[in-house]
C-alpha cells in the first residue's frame, strides 16, 4: 500500500496548537515542521510493511522459567 503524504502545514500546526492553547512562534513552528515530516515518512515506513500475524499479548507468559 504505497500513498503519498501532504507535507506539513505550518497554518494547520499553528491551528492545532491554538486548540490545545499552546503558543508556539512562527521560528519553533518553521524547526517543527520538517521535523514532522520525517517522522510522518518513518511511521509511514511502519505501516507498509508486512507483520504477519501477531499473537495476543494475552497469549505471552512471562514465567521465565528455563
Given at each position: 500500500?504505497?500513498?503519498?503524504?501532504?507535507?506539513?502545514?505550518?497554518?494547520?500546526?499553528?491551528?492545532?496548537?491554538?486548540?490545545?492553547?499552546?503558543?508556539?512562534?512562527?521560528?519553533?513552528?518553521?524547526?517543527?515542521?520538517?521535523?514532522?515530516?520525517?517522522?510522518?515518512?518513518?511511521?509511514?515506513?511502519?505501516?507498509?510493511?508486512?507483520?504477519?500475524?501477531?499473537?495476543?499479548?494475552t497469549?505471552?507468559?512471562?514465567?521465565?522459567?528455563?
Amino acid at each position: 500500500m504505497s500513498r503519498t503524504r501532504v507535507p506539513s502545514d505550518p497554518d494547520l500546526l499553528l491551528a492545532a496548537a491554538r486548540l490545545v492553547d499552546l503558543a508556539l512562534s512562527q521560528e519553533r513552528v518553521a524547526q517543527l515542521v520538517p521535523v514532522m515530516d520525517v517522522t510522518f515518512q518513518l511511521l509511514d515506513a511502519l505501516v507498509q510493511g508486512e507483520h504477519g500475524e501477531t499473537a495476543p499479548a494475552t497469549a505471552f507468559n512471562a514465567a521465565w522459567s528455563a
